[in-house]
């Protein structure tokens, strides 16, 4: 085994992840369901003052492996990731997030602390108004309309941008949450959430772009955007991107 440690800021609402690894125990939490070593992630969920969060629910993304924060603010879970990578879903009272961790090649445990600063949780306003596009590299590729469709073939491994653009009574709201989400075309599975970002502040405030992963596949047959995502008392918006697999079928 190998013990390693890095510092990584996580630009979500201030999100901040410190890592250390260390060769500890393993035990509580649920495991996950992949084939790689063994690994427990733990660690504390802290706000911004240094008080423990509770019921803060860390979910391994890719292995399933999952657990909720005690009134410490800690967890733990078990997970066998496929790769050097575990990716977790942070979700509280103040939205989600997603975290990559770096994990030992040969397997161990992964110390992890985060800091949850608080969020926008409201809008007053009388209308909302959320416009999405693909734009960048991936722009050739679609037709950005009221549904997004792919009208050619988007080259393997490629990652496209979504620019997204929130308003309320015509002025542009900041630190709106964004999400990027799959769903097979069979449409039998949840949304499966794959990149998550926020609207910005001075100068580009109201405007968010967020990169993702894009597959034309039976598996990723729909994406959508949604925003605001994970807002608590807010309804989320959605912008329905078409694959030409989910065309096909059509």
């Known amino acids: 085994m190998q013990s390693s440690g890095n510092n990584v800021f996580i630009g979500f609402f201030s999100l901040l992840l410190v890592i250390v690894l260390a060769l500890m125990g393993c035990g509580g939490g649920s495991a996950g369901t992949g084939t790689g070593p063994v690994v427990v992630v733990q660690g504390a969920v802290y706000d911004e003052s240094g008080q423990p969060v509770e019921d803060v629910r860390i979910r ?106 929130v308003r309320s009574n015509r002025r542009r709201l900041s630190q709106v949450p964004i999400a990027i989400q799959y769903r097979d075309c069979d449409q ?15 100068p580009n405030a109201g405007i968010g772009q967020v990169e993702f992963p894009y597959i034309d596949d039976e598996t990723h047959c729909l994406y959508r955007i949604v925003a605001p995502f994970g807002v608590p008392n807010l309804p989320e918006f959605e912008r329905i991107i078409e694959t030409t697999t989910f065309q096909r079928r059509q």
Request: charged share 20%.
């Open 188 to 202: 039998l599975e949840p949304w499966t959430t794959v990149a998550i970002g926020s609207t910005m502040t001075k």
């Open 60 to 165: 391994a993304v890719d292995t399933g492996g999952e657990d909720t924060t005690s009134s410490d603010g800690e967890f733990q879970i078990v997970t066998e990731p496929d790769s050097g990578t575990v990716t977790l879903e942070v979700s509280s009272e103040t939205g989600v997030a997603l975290v990559t961790v770096d994990i030992p090649q040969d397997g161990g445990t992964v110390s992890v602390t985060l800091t949850v600063n608080p969020r926008l949780t409201e809008i007053n306003a009388d209308s909302l108004e959320v416009g999405a596009a693909i734009v960048g590299r991936c722009d050739i590729y679609f037709e950005n309309s009221l549904v997004i469709r792919q009208a050619n073939r988007v080259p393997k491994d490629l990652k496209c941008v979504a620019k997204v653009f």
